[in-house]
């Protein structure tokens, strides 16, 4: 097992802590030791790099030093002959390397687990016997249900007042980040700089403020809904759309509302529900009439138009999101946090490649795919969108099977099926999955083992927060 580098390491370390602090946080108690192989399953979730034996160190909070402190301790207090642990041994352990059977057996007694769960063995009962997951909400939904929940409550109530502007910051870096990070532990992050701006709405603030928090609270919804929808949930991402429309008219934010109900479009499309899809982005166009906002709304509607076969309309509403992104000067939202609320023009390139796919025109589809492609391989690090530049290349291996060119559609596969497991979004497996039958050989047989093991079934595999609420 290879290494993860110092600055990945950093980074799954800062996220365990978040996750550790963020479930102790709800307990008023000291954790159980089902809690803290939860919080394990939880970090190894979000970071599955690290070994299901760092995991656990990380859920009890220790350092590499303060682990072996405490395997000699237990040693100690269990009346078994101290062995020459070493802190070059546990660090090889944690890097994929296996103890022996004698330190096997302590360190399932240190952690009160077995061999599996240490990550030092494997299990071998089939899935049909196991253990059947309890039905209690997971953290997305979770997630979902509080921000709902929370939109609801303070719709209703008088505003308080506090300024942390440092949240501003973070919403507007975890929302570029975005772009270019796996999409599961930012939802961690986000989740936990929700639970601060809500905290913040708490308190005492003055109201030229309170309009702010609503603001950074529903674009972090708004973050989580399509962090949702990328991990195969579209009922929390519904849930959480609604919840950004609310604190979007709540703080008077007028293209939070428009992103908002151009989120619910984009769920509604997946879901095949296209008239809703085109009703939300025209009702998200009464918020947002001009700049890059309103392009994604007018493409919305193209999409959904060509779903429904509407070939005019879907015509119209490419041209009217061209006239959009020529016009107006920008907001806050779309062109001053950007990242994931920026719909850039390699974006619309892509939007408008799938209305034409959904027309039937599949040679202009191929140009439209080729020409955003070539706009995202043009954009740096921080605007070159990784999901939506493979759902570009996915709808252009769908087009060229339109034009029976196998050959061609190999070709644009191929980059795909490098995509590791946590950044392969739901929506591209569903595409992709559409191009099997017309597929054969090697190739067919990868693209199955692709679409098999991707983004959301990492998430299915997140424990559920039973007996906390």
Not at 205 to 217: C, D, N, S, V
Request: proline share 5%; charged share 25%.
């Amino acid at each position: 097992m290879t290494i993860p580098p110092r600055g990945g390491d950093r980074s799954a370390i800062q996220i365990a802590a978040t996750i550790r602090e963020r479930t102790l946080a709800g307990l008023g108690e000291p954790p159980t030791t089902s809690v803290l192989h939860q919080i394990a399953e939880e970090i190894h979730v979000c970071c599955p790099r690290l070994s299901r034996f760092k995991c656990l160190r990380l859920a009890q909070g220790w350092t590499v030093e303060e682990a072996i402190e405490r395997f000699h301790a237990m040693c100690d207090r269990e009346q078994i002959k101290r062995r020459g642990l070493t802190e070059r041994s546990w660090r090889e352990w944690e890097a994929g390397a296996r103890p022996d059977r004698d330190y096997t057996d302590l360190l399932c007694r240190l952690f009160e687990t077995g061999p599996v769960q240490l990550g030092f063995a494997r299990d071998y009962t089939p899935e049909e016997a196991r253990q059947p997951r309890t039905a209690t909400p997971d953290l997305i939904t979770r997630a979902a249900r509080e921000a709902s929940e929370h939109a609801e409550r303070v719709e209703a109530s008088e505003i308080g007042d506090s300024a942390i502007e440092r949240l501003r910051t973070q919403v507007m870096w975890v929302s570029r980040r975005y772009v270019w990070e796996a999409p599961l532990p930012l939802f961690v992050e986000m989740r936990a700089l929700q639970e601060q701006t809500r905290r913040a709405l708490e308190r005492r603030i003055h109201p030229t403020q309170a309009g702010e928090l609503y603001f950074l609270t529903g674009a972090l919804c708004g973050l989580m809904a399509n962090a949702s929808m990328d991990m195969g949930r579209r009922v929390p991402a519904d849930t959480l759309a609604r919840a950004a429309w609310t604190y979007g008219r709540i703080s008077g934010n007028q293209p939070l509302m428009g992103w908002a109900r151009g989120m619910q479009a984009s769920v509604a499309l997946w879901d095949k529900r296209y008239e809703d899809a085109a009703g939300y982005a025209e009702d998200g166009l009464t918020h947002l009439r001009a700049g890059q906002g309103a392009a994604r709304l007018h493409m919305l509607r193209a999409r959904a138009g060509a779903m429904l076969g509407w070939t005019r309309q879907a015509a119209d509403e490419i041209s009217k999101a061209l006239d959009a992104r020529g016009s107006g000067s920008g907001d806050e939202l779309h062109d001053g946090f950007a990242g994931e609320f920026a719909f850039r023009q390699a974006k619309q390139a892509y939007y408008t490649a799938v209305t034409h796919l959904h027309l039937g025109q599949s040679a202009q589809a191929i140009e439209q795919a080729r020409g955003a492609l070539a706009l995202y391989a043009g954009e740096d690090r921080q605007n070159r969108s990784y999901g939506c530049e493979a759902m570009a290349g996915a709808h252009l291996v769908v087009a060229h099977l339109m034009e029976d060119d196998v050959d061609g559609a190999e070709k644009a596969l191929a980059p795909l099926l490098e995509l590791p497991p946590e950044r392969r979004i739901d929506s591209l497996a569903e595409t992709l999955q559409a191009t099997r039958p017309s597929l054969t050989g090697p190739i067919a047989n990868r693209l199955e083992g692709f679409c098999a093991v991707g983004l959301p079934e990492s998430a299915a595999r997140a424990l559920p927060e039973g007996g906390r609420g």
